[in-house]
């Protein structure tokens, strides 16, 4: 029953409604973060050329694709896709105990085979349960959503992106998102975003506002079911589409 939605403008506006201080855990929106250092640490080409930029069309945790195939993770914003993106980087992280990820390390295991991942691959989970656990609020949601927004630009001045990252890390939360259903979420939403099943939900108004929202009600997809529909009635209202024909 939690719903809280805060709004960060690149103006220094900010508004907050409802649940906005509740602590959650990041998990999937972690991929925005993790997709933006390895593009910063280890470049465009190196990153897709072992992680695909397509929707997959299946659940964030499938197996099925990247199984059947020869294919590379389809996005950084599914688990396979993650997983290869935290191998890139190679972090020295807190190795904690793991209990509940066995799926994840046979996705690990399969990009291994796959020649994916050639470093540690239990150092490559680790890293990325790690990154998923982080305990955030809607409010620090807008504000990375703010930054992204302002084209890698803190509030202060500083350049914290370059704005190539974040080109692309906006253009792969607006096809992938949203797992399965970033498609439909494209074209009645328009602004890019990225779901957790922790109940977060971020999303970027290019040049505008970055807005966080925390509603732990899902649909079968994975997503905030609140936080969806204040999505579509802010980008209706407001015309934050992405292509919506500005007055």
């Given amino acids: 029953n939690k719903l809280g939605i805060s709004i960060f403008c690149r103006d220094g506006s900010r508004f907050s409604c409802g649940d906005t201080k509740d602590r959650f855990s990041i998990q999937s929106i972690s991929k925005v973060i993790s997709l933006a250092v390895a593009l910063e640490v280890c470049g465009f080409d190196m990153v897709f050329e072992n992680v695909g930029m397509e929707p997959s069309g299946d659940a964030f945790n499938s197996l099925i694709k990247l199984e059947g195939s020869n294919s590379h993770p389809y996005n950084p914003m599914i688990n396979s896709g993650a997983i290869a993106v935290a191998s890139f980087i190679e972090p020295k992280v807190y190795r904690s105990e793991i209990s509940t990820v066995a799926r994840n390390r046979a996705i690990a295991y399969l990009l291994e085979s796959k020649g994916v991942i050639n470093g540690n691959v239990e150092e490559a989970l680790d890293f990325y349960v790690k990154m998923c656990s982080l305990s955030v609020t809607a409010e620090s949601l807008a504000g990375l959503g703010l930054l992204l927004a302002n084209d890698g630009v803190d509030p202060s001045g500083k350049r914290l992106l370059n704005s190539d990252t974040v080109r692309v890390v906006k253009t792969i939360m607006l096809t992938c998102g949203m797992y399965d259903g970033s498609g439909e979420f494209a074209v009645r939403v328009g602004i890019p975003s990225k779901s ?52």
Avoid: C, E, T, W
């Fill in 196 to 247: 957790g099943v922790g109940g977060g939900l971020l999303s970027v108004v290019d040049g505008k506002m970055g807005i966080g929202i925390y509603g732990p009600s899902l649909d079968a997809k994975g997503n905030s079911i609140a936080g969806r529909k204040i999505l579509q009635f802010l980008s209706s209202q407001m015309k934050l589409h992405i292509f919506a024909k500005k007055d």
